[in-house]
């Protein structure tokens, strides 16, 4: 039952995007953290018809005011650890140009010897979307799917060359390549998006999910993931690795209606646990936006690793 652990890097206006990330990042390594997480925000809109998660007249979070660069983020840590992996949960795909964003990752990964996870995503945010994306909102999924094509045209053997709807690539010397095949993970709840995952990623980064719901979904993926053809051993390496959006409280929360990672340092140990006995095989724990500074990200992410570490799991 055993659960690997991740933490989130601090990204957020209260932290100092060098110091604190190094600080954070140094820190979660000697705790004996198992990874390192960054997420994508690109910008907060003032005046803007869409909510949250396109949800309208549902307010976005004031912590999204102010997030680092996730990319940015990831390779500060990268360079003052040794051990813990890499993750995003998530980078929004169609945001990047896929040919770029398959250079920065194969850089970071070679550079920090085969610790990148590359978690990606569609978004939500139209505002986002207006701003900085490569496709409209509407062809997220193909653009996805596009950029999942680069990266296998990037990443494999020279000679590199592609031809798609907005990347084309001459036949090319491309480097550097990574230090190993980069797991790709892919965040998807809808039934085209589940499908993508079992067709084409390395793992499955579910948020939200029930934890009753948890495993009979993995199961599924797998079963689609034959299906499609893959290789039994490749679909025995995939991943399952979940985001608690941790919010503590100093006394329990009332069981009914509470949200998951929601409540005591207990309540929030026992869904851990919930999320292990599911079959997660790593559980990113973001305490970002419960602390005020890095000092209380390392102290929180200390206490909750040695409690969920206490729990058995």
């Not at 499908?195 to 979904?217: E, N």
């Amino acid at each position: 039952m055993g659960i690997r652990l991740g933490l989130s890097l601090p990204q957020f206006r209260q932290y100092t995007p060098g110091r604190d990330v190094a600080d954070v990042a140094r820190a979660a390594e000697d705790i004996g953290f198992d990874s390192v997480w960054v997420f994508e925000r690109l910008l907060f809109p003032e005046n803007s018809a869409q909510g949250l998660y396109g949800v309208p007249g549902l307010p976005w979070p004031e912590f999204y005011r102010s997030v680092a660069e996730p990319l940015m983020t990831l390779a500060t840590a990268g360079a003052v650890t040794e051990r813990v992996r890499l993750g995003s949960s998530v980078l929004i795909a169609p945001l990047h140009v896929p040919f770029q964003l398959a250079k920065q990752l194969a850089t970071l990964d070679a550079g920090t010897g085969g610790r990148v996870l590359a978690g990606l995503g569609t978004g939500w945010s139209h505002d986002e979307y207006a701003a900085s994306a490569v496709a409209p909102f509407a062809e997220r999924g193909a653009q996805l799917d596009e950029t999942l094509d680069v990266f296998d045209a990037v990443w494999g053997p020279n000679p590199v060359s592609y031809q798609g709807k907005r990347t084309v690539i001459a036949e090319s010397e491309v480097g550097p390549k990574p230090a190993r095949p980069i797991p790709v993970l892919l965040a998807a709840s809808s039934t085209r998006a589940l499908d993508r995952l079992a067709r084409r990623a390395d793992g499955w980064l579910p948020v939200g999910v029930p934890f009753d719901r948890i495993t009979s979904t993995w199961a599924s993926i797998r079963e689609a993931a034959e299906g499609h053809g893959r290789d039994a051993s490749d679909i025995a390496a995939m991943e399952m690795i979940g985001r608690a959006n941790i919010a503590l409280h100093p006394s329990p929360l009332p069981e009914a209606g509470r949200t998951q990672y929601t409540g005591s340092r207990e309540q929030v140990v026992a869904d851990v646990v919930a999320a292990a006995e599911a079959g997660m095989h790593e559980l990113l724990l973001d305490l970002q936006g419960t602390a005020r500074d890095a000092k209380e990200l390392i102290d929180l992410g200390a206490e909750l690793h040695a409690a969920v570490r206490a729990a058995g799991v």
